[in-house]
């Protein structure tokens, strides 16, 4: 592909938007959290709006920049709504549909017109499967919970159970099952730094970009 494409993939709480964002912006390309057209698709069906009729009518329009993922909903910036607890939970329900998912991923590759670092689970697995370089970030579920609990408070408790109850979810879907590319960089950042972890992705991406 004559676009270079970065793909982030990992569990959830794993550090791979952080990353994404820190590795956009020291290369300069645009960021792409594939999650947020999920998050968009619940958001919208939860007010009996189409998603893909929204598209079609410049309704709902996403912004890949340099650092971030804008998402406008009628000249709404809707960005940080979509990440909020509930909006997750219906974007959880509309993935499991299979058929959805294919016109899904048909839509995220549309978006990406420039070099790009883009995040997300199924990324290097199935949305771009021909990405210039693939990693898979990974921790420890108390490490995960522990790193969401100190960013957000609430019960680190219920996070654990949470992001435990997703993995398995994510690992025992029928269709496109949750896991790491064959070719993907396997990175586990329980005991690494933010830094560390940019500087070793940085290291690989020297080699082949």
């Known amino acids: 592909m004559n676009i270079k494409v970065i793909a982030i993939d990992g569990p959830a709480s794993s550090g791979k938007s952080s990353l994404s964002r820190a590795l956009s912006k020291i290369l300069g390309y645009v960021y792409f959290n594939t999650g947020l057209v999920y998050r968009a698709i619940g958001f919208l069906k939860a007010k009996n709006v189409d998603f893909f009729e929204a598209i079609e009518k410049n309704a ?3 912004e890949l920049l ?4 804008k998402v406008i909903f009628e000249k709404e910036d809707i960005t940080q709504e979509l990440t909020k607890e509930y909006v997750g939970a219906l974007a959880s329900e509309v993935a499991k549909e299979p058929s959805l998912r294919e016109k899904v991923i048909v839509f995220q590759r549309s978006l990406v017109k420039d070099n790009a670092v883009v995040e997300g689970r199924d ?3 199935h949305i771009f499967k021909d ?3 693939k990693f898979f970030i990974d921790a420890d579920p108390k490490e995960r919970a522990l790193r969401r609990y100190l960013e957000e408070g609430g019960s680190y408790d219920d996070i654990l159970n949470k992001i435990l109850k997703r993995d398995e979810t994510d690992k025992n879907r029928k269709d496109y099952p949750f896991k790491p590319a064959e070719d993907a960089i396997k990175i586990d950042t329980t005991c690494m730094t933010k830094e560390e972890v940019i500087n070793l992705c ?3 991406i020297k080699k082949v970009l």
């Open 60 to 62: 709902l329009v996403f």
């Open 66 to 69: 340099v650092g971030e993922t």
């Open 123 to 125: 990324v290097g697995t």
């Open 131 to 133: 990405a210039n370089i």
């Open 202 to 204: 940085m290291e690989y």
